[in-house]
């Protein structure tokens, strides 16, 4: 009887967790929450009508997906989005655009399966991108190209990729709010071409898309970037 009511209680905190982490998540990634707000567990579990340990355990989850940092005092903030280091991120994140394609399109003749992940994921991201859904299209985008990475192989390559496009997710929601999240249909067949190169084993053009694709989005996060220090500079002048 202990056991059973210990294990519901168990069940119960595993439910509130995973609730205050999906909210928070959404909230950090829509940038509702922006980097440097605090994260208080008291009041955030009078927010979510819990005790602090789903609570803490949930900020422990986020916190190993980079989004949250724990500072010496220990209190708890939306982690920091670091632009000084965004062109060494743009060169890590172009590299594995180019590794993961390459090594996709000369396995895809052999792996029907997971290609057909790879449209089933790129299926989703067409849904999100015609719901104009930011946040459905983040994380399409992130299991689109992570199945192009599992096809290619190298569970290495897949791991670091993966962390990539987990720690750019914010990143991204920059991207497409430069569109006001109504993103032009031209990137959707971005992804179609890619996935066209990979079914028939074109790994130089594979590696050339990804550059590209890899390319526009870099300009177009540094054009908002250099908007909005224009527009800071601007306001501090005035």
């Known amino acids: 009887m202990a056991a059973a009511v210990e294990a519901a209680k168990t069940k119960t905190r595993g439910s509130g967790t995973q609730k205050v982490y999906e909210t928070l998540r959404r909230e950090i990634l829509a ?24 609570v803490r355990e949930a900020l422990l989850r986020l916190a190993s997906d980079a989004l949250v940092t724990t500072l010496p ?24 655009y180019r590794i993961s394609t390459r090594g996709a ?3 895809a003749p052999h792996e029907r399966a997971m ?13 999100a991108v015609e719901a104009q859904d930011a946040f459905a299209m983040i994380e399409a985008n992130r299991e689109f ?16 990729f993966s962390r990539l ?22 990137y959707v067949n971005e992804h179609e071409d890619i996935i066209a190169a990979i079914e028939a084993g074109d790994a130089d053009r594979a590696d050339r898309l990804a550059v590209a694709h890899a390319g526009q989005i870099v300009r ?5 970037l250099a908007r909005e220090a224009e527009q800071a500079r601007a306001l501090s002048l005035g």
């Open 165 to 186: 496009l987990d720690e750019g997710r914010r990143i991204l929601r920059l991207y497409y709010s430069t569109f006001e999240d109504r993103l032009p249909r031209q």
């Open 73 to 96: 005092n220990r209190n708890t903030i939306v982690s920091a989005i670091n632009f000084a280091e965004m062109p060494h991120y743009f060169e890590a994140l172009t590299l594995m």
């Open 115 to 127: 290609m057909a992940n790879i449209r089933k994921r790129q299926e989703e991201f067409v849904a």
């Open 145 to 160: 190209h992570v199945a192009i990475a599992e096809l290619d192989g190298n569970a290495y390559y897949t791991g670091f």
């Open 31 to 54: 940038m509702d929450l922006t980097p440097g707000s605090p994260l208080d567990e008291v009041r955030l579990s009078e927010r979510f009508g819990m005790s602090r340990t789903p």
């Open 220 to 224: 177009q996060i540094q054009e908002y």
């Open 105 to 107: 399109a000369a396995r």
